[in-house]
Nanobody
Framework: QVQLAEFGGGSVQAGGSLRLSCVAS????????MAWFRQNTGKEREYVGA????????DYADSVKGRFTISRTNAKNTVFLQMNSLKPDDTAVYYC?????????????????WGQGTQVTVSA
């Protein structure tokens, strides 16, 4: 049974920071990339960024470059999303996802497993 457990969501004022984490378990792949997505109410799911299994390749959406940082633990089953300089536009449900390829950037196609999502709310 694959489970992706997300932590760290909450409410913060604009300019503040949050650190999200996602712990994957039971993934039937020897290696897997992980990514973050977000979705505002009534809108399509938006790609945030992705990191390869080794962590050598990291990709970010233009909207978060310079503000968000994705990292991965040595255990590889945990990924973090450090969010700094948060804006109200960052308000969304944030999801982590797993892909069995090296990395899938810019799209949710190819991600096999998804977390339950964690709410991030940024007030003006």
């Amino acid at each position: 049974q694959v489970q992706l457990a997300e932590f760290g969501g909450g409410s913060v004022q604009a300019g503040g920071s949050l650190r999200l984490s996602c712990v994957a378990s039971g993934v039937p792949f020897s290696q897997y990339a992980m990514a973050w997505f977000r979705q505002n109410t009534g809108k399509e799911r938006e790609y945030v960024g992705a990191i390869s299994w080794s962590g050598d390749t990291i990709d970010y959406a233009d909207s978060v470059k310079g503000r968000f940082t994705i990292s991965r633990t040595n255990a590889k089953n945990t990924v973090f999303l450090q969010m700094n300089s948060l804006k109200p536009d960052d308000t969304a449900v944030y999801y982590c996802a797993v892909s069995d390829v090296a990395i899938v950037a810019g799209t949710d196609i190819g991600y096999e497993y998804w977390g339950q999502g964690t709410q991030v709310t940024v007030s003006a």
